[in-house]
């Protein structure tokens, strides 16, 4: 079974950066697609993008749009969210998976975490004002 481990978080000020690295161990995910999700406390957990298992398309989050990148290595059985421009409302633990739907189904991507499995432990993101 694949373990996924995700690490990058910390606490950086507003308008600073940050790269989420989630390694997967145990197996492949190489095709399977990916997800990045994000919990605040006491909020419910809510997507932040998704990527294709090919790397070729992703989809993101209005409120994250043209701030975060989502990319993968599959050599290296990794993916990555790039966060930029990270404002107080980032602060969260962010969660990568794998989704769990075939890769030909519609639509391409999903932001339901129950379509996800394979998740990690999360790690921190802190952004302070």
């Known amino acids: 079974q694949v373990h996924m481990v995700e690490s990058g978080g910390g606490s950086v000020q507003a308008g600073g950066s940050l790269r989420l690295s989630c390694s997967a161990s145990?197996?492949?995910?190489?095709?399977?697609?990916m997800g990045w999700f994000r919990q605040a406390p006491g909020k419910e957990r809510e997507f932040v993008a998704a990527?294709?298992?090919?790397?070729?398309?992703?989809y993101y989050a209005d409120f994250v749009k043209g701030r975060f990148t989502i990319s993968r290595d599959n050599a290296k059985n990794t993916g990555y969210l790039q966060m930029n421009s990270l404002k107080p409302e980032d602060t969260a633990d962010y969660y990568c998976?794998?989704?769990?739907?075939?890769?030909?189904?519609?639509?391409?991507?999903?932001?339901?975490?129950?379509?996800?499995?394979?998740w990690g432990q999360g790690t921190q993101v802190t952004v302070s004002s």
């Open positions: 145990g197996g492949t995910f190489s095709n399977r697609g």
């Open positions: 990527i294709l298992w090919s790397g070729g398309g992703t």
């Open positions: 998976a794998a989704d769990r739907r075939s890769i030909f189904s519609s639509p391409l991507y999903s932001t339901d975490p129950n379509e996800y499995d394979y």
